[in-house]
Every structure is written in C-alpha cells, then in structure tokens.
C-alpha cells in the first residue's frame, strides 16, 4: 500500500473515532492501535486470571457456607472474564499460546494489586470492595472505548463487578458490626489494601506513557489520575459511614474543589511490584505455571475431541 493511501485510510480512521464508532476486528486501523489493545486487553486478561490466586487462597477456609458460595461464583467470574478479554484480544491478531506464554514467563504486566497476600478474612471484603471498586470505575469508562469487542465484554464484566463490590462491602460491615477483634481486622485490611488500591490506576498522568495516544484514540475515556480522584471520592464516604478510618493523615475534603485531596502515593513500592519485586509476585507467577503444567492433560484430550468432531463432521459432508 502506498503511503497516500495509508494516510487516507488513517484519516478514515481518525473521522470514526471522532464521531464515536466502533472499531471492529475486521475494520482497517494503524498498527499501533492494534498493539496498544493488544497490550492493554491482554494485561487486562492477565490480572482477571492472576486475580483469582489472592481470593482463591480464602475457598476452604470462609467463615460459612453462605460466604463460600459467594466467594466460589466470584472467583468463577474472573475466570470468565479473563476468557472474554483473551478472546478479544484474539481478534487483534495475537494467539491465545503467545498471550500465555507472556504470562508465564514473566514478560507480561498484570495489576500490581494481585501480588499482595490475603493474611485475614478480612482481606477478602477489602478486595471485593476496593480492588472491584477501583476495577469498576476504571472498567465503567472503557465500556465506551472505541474498540467493538472489548467495549462489549465490560458490559457484562461491570454489572459482574459490581455484584462483587458488594458483597466485598457487606463483608466488612459484617465485620465492623463484630467484636472488637473483628473490627479490628477490618481496620487492618483497609490498612493494608488502601494504597496498593490507589495504585491500580496506574502513575499519575505525567508519568503515563501510554496515556495521551490511549485518550485520542478512546480506548481509554479517563485519565489514571481521574479515575483514581473519583475512586477516592466515592470510597471515603463508604468508610465513613461503617466506622472505619482511612489510612491517610492528609486526606481532606476541599470545599473549592469539590473533591478529596489525599496523601502521597509511595511510586517507588509501586514500580517495585510492577517490575515483580512485589511480596507475592514470584508465588503467583509460579501457581499460574503449576497450573498450566498440570492442565496439559486436558488441553490434549480437550484438542483430540475437536479433531475427532471435525473429521466426523468432514465425513458427514463428504458421504
Ligand atoms: N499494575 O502508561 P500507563 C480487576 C503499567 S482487573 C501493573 O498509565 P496504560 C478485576 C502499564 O501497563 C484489574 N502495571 O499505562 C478483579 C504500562 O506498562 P507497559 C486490571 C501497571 O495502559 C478484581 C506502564 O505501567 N484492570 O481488578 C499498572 O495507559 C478482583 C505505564 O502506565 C485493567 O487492566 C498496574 N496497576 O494505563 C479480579 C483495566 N498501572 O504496558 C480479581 C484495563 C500501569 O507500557 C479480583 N487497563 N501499569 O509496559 C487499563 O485501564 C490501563 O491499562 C491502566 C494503565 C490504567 C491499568
């Protein structure tokens, strides 16, 4: 292709996404848009799976059995969700194998929340509550990207969110109407979680290189630091109001700018973790390749049944 008409095709381009249309698989687009979704979707598709380790750890031990079924269909719908988001991505051209094979070997980015322990089971009503939360208000904003495969799965990814917010909430205002020791680990979760929550949202805007393309093309429709203000506003409330205490002696509501203002982020820790220096980055990486080793046997009989399908179905059409 020349590049006149590259540059027509670009300009295309430019003009749908300027009036709000969907990008389709099939659809002419610039090679970078193609390796940005591929590298955000998948990143996405990795923390869903590597997301389920941390919550996984709490199956055999809930308090009750009303809290294991719960905690079961959450733990299932990450599952799902990052089978959408691998699908999607297969759109744009990348295999499901290179996607895992990233994954394993360390080369691929996941959210920086997972690679902390779940020590209480206080840590799993921290984790529906905020890392959802921080989740939904991050996965709200991309159900309006500019990408038609990735758009849709949020749909249902938010509503599926949003039921394990709540009952991450309800699991702390259980807590919170306890005893004193209840309370208290509670108090220590939110402790603990609070900040690797912020830090979800990526750095801030003027260390994000991904940023400024991402806003034009929409495939994202907020900044990190928006989305991480909005996240901040909508949870202090929700702390408030069971009696706990947010970890930082800075925030404070600012009448003028309508918002709360809060403490430093600690970026180093987070580069740490990013860069897979976190407490639990090598445990995780080596739970998903345990896994993967172990399922082998399945993938081979799951492969010899399409091709026996496919020959019969061959058959069929042949006779
Ligand atoms: N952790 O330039 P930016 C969930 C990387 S799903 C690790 O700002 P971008 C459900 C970033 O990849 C949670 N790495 O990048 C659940 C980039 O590296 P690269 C996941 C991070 O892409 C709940 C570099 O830093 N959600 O929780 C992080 O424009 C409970 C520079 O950053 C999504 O993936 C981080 N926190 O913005 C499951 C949502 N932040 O690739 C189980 C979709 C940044 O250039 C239990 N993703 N990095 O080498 C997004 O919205 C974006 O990708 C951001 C980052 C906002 C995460």
Redesign the pocket.
Known sequence: MSEKEIKSLEDIFNQRIARDEKIEPKDWMPEKYRK?HI???S??AH??I???L??GNWISRCPTLRRKVALLA??QD?GG?GLYLYSAAETLGISREEMFEQLHTGAA??????NYPTLTWADIGA??WL??G??IM??V??INTSFGPYSRAMIR?CKE?SF?QRQGYEIIMTLMNGTQEQKDMAQDALNRWWWPSL?????R?E?????EQ?MRWK??RKT?DE?RQAFVDQTVPQAELIGLKVPDSDLKWNEERGHYDFGPIDWDE?WQ??NGHGPCNKERLAARNKAWDEGAWIREAANAYASKQAAKEEQRKTA
């Open positions: 940005t590298r955000q979707i990143q996405h923390s869903e590597v997301g389920m941390p919550e959450k733990v990450e969700h980015k996941y959210s920086s929340i997972f984790i529906g890392v959802d921080a989740a991050n996965q904003a991309l990814i969110e394990h830090m979800m949202f990526g750095p805007d260390d994000s290189p991904n940023s991402s495939l994202k990190n989305l987070f973790v990013v």
